[in-house]
């Protein structure tokens, strides 16, 4: 029974490239959040997704971050234009729904930006 | 929003003594309050949680208290072992995101 999955672990852009960090949800859960983590600081929410459906975005910064659940394959956090700020470990978690709040997490995606 | 507040920032106890993590929610509405260890380079493992109906929750050497008048909740981790150093996170929420305090890096010395 695999856990959520994070890809990749390392991503190392330079300053205006795109980042692309994909998040496969455990088995079975249909709701993924992605959060983001600077160094000695706690998890900071920034989107909650259904499948096809974004139902709560109000922690995505307004511009050159978008996410996305298809109805097939994993949940995409995009990052456009990236700049140095950005470097940070991003987090996606998955629950079941309906209800059930428990969370679990995937090991991260480590962003750096040069 | 919700806002969570968690104290201390660091702690450092003896193997064998106790440590108690406290956190501080501003939602009234929040009903569900989950707490998560994280290891270095690793993701928040959920290690205990707690609903508003119930007051306290035990699980072997950990227990979480709330105190839903006060919006106040507790982590109580008894007989320390070199094993729990780690980051604390707790979190509330109702029935939508988590809302997460800053952090506790828990320090157990032999």
């Known amino acids: 029974n695999a856990g959520v999955m994070q890809n990749p672990r390392h991503l190392v852009r330079r300053r205006g490239q795109e980042a692309r960090l994909r998040c496969s949800p455990m088995?079975?859960?249909?709701?993924v959040y992605w959060y983001r983590q600077l160094p000695e600081e706690g998890l900071k929410f920034m989107v909650y997704l259904q499948k096809e459906n974004i139902i709560d975005e109000s922690g995505m910064p307004k511009e050159r971050f978008s996410a996305e659940f298809p109805k097939e394959g994993p949940s995409i956090l995009r990052i456009q234009q990236v700049v140095r700020g950005d470097s940070a470990a991003y987090f996606c978690?998955?629950?079941?729904?309906?209800?059930?709040?428990?969370?679990?997490f995937g090991s991260g995606t480590q962003l750096s930006v040069l | 929003g919700e806002n969570v507040e968690q104290h201390p920032s660091t702690l450092s106890v003896q193997e064998g003594d106790s440590a108690v993590i406290k956190c501080t929610y501003s939602d009234s509405a929040s009903n569900y309050f989950p707490w998560y260890k994280q290891e270095l380079g690793k993701g928040p493992q959920l290690i205990i949680d707690?609903?508003?109906?119930?007051g306290e929750k035990k699980d072997q050497r950990i227990a979480v208290t709330l105190n839903k008048t006060a919006k106040h909740f507790s982590l109580h981790i008894t007989e320390t072992q070199p094993e729990d150093s780690a980051v604390y996170f707790c979190a509330a929420s109702r029935a939508d995101k988590l809302i997460f305090g800053t952090g506790t890096r828990l320090q157990v010395f032999p």
């Open positions: 088995k079975g859960h249909s709701h």
């Open positions: 707690i609903r508003s109906n119930v």
């Open positions: 978690a998955s629950s079941p729904g309906q209800g059930n709040e428990k969370l679990f």
